[in-house]
């Protein structure tokens, strides 16, 4: 019985790696300061930074609960250039023409704590910033409201907020 049970185990284990690869867990596609804001220049999609410390664990709970969700890598990946931008690293970046420090450039947008989502235009205007965890489905809803253009537009985040729900409670046909 128990050599049975081995083969249908290993069977099972590699259909869930081939399901659901380490890729999908590691997250999206992060990529640095520069290269984010380059791809973004050329693409015309917005930019997602995620401001993070090593030390956070809210931060690491964010990668873990939030950015792992295929749906929200699968909305990323169609409507953002996603960056991640250590708060605390010397690392050499550079913003509006100017060097900086990823560090500086953190202090430049204001974050004071961690993790903070930024929102920049293809261009690298701020569009917006978002403090400390957000659980995933409030997450997404953030997501649409500037990736589908309805800040670009001018609506007000508690207006689409109020027919997102409108629209979940109607019944479907």
Not at 39 to 57: I, K, M, N
Not at 76 to 96: H, I
Not at 104 to 110: M, Q, V
Not at 112 to 137: C, D, E, I, N, Q
């Amino acid at each position: 019985m128990r050599r049975a049970l081995l083969p249908t185990l290993c069977a099972l284990a590699g259909a869930l790696f081939l399901l659901h690869p380490a890729s999908a867990l590691a997250g999206p596609a992060w990529r640095s300061w520069d290269a984010g804001l380059r791809e973004a220049a050329t693409s015309g999609r917005p930019v997602l930074v995620d401001v993070y410390t090593d030390w956070c664990g809210w931060c690491r709970r964010m990668d873990r609960d939030v950015y792992a969700r295929a749906d929200v890598q699968d909305y990323l990946t169609r409507k953002f250039v996603v960056v991640k931008l250590d708060a605390e690293s010397d690392a050499a970046v550079r913003y509006e023409g100017r060097a900086h420090t990823s560090r500086s450039l953190a202090e430049r947008f204001g974050v004071t704590s961690y993790p903070t989502t930024l929102f920049l235009s293809a261009k690298g205007a701020p569009l917006g910033s978002v403090p400390g965890y957000s659980p995933p489905r409030d997450f997404l809803l953030l997501l649409r409201f500037i990736g589908d253009g309805h800040a670009a537009r001018g609506e007000k985040y508690e207006d689409f907020l109020r027919v997102a729900e409108a629209s979940k409670a109607r019944p479907r046909r």
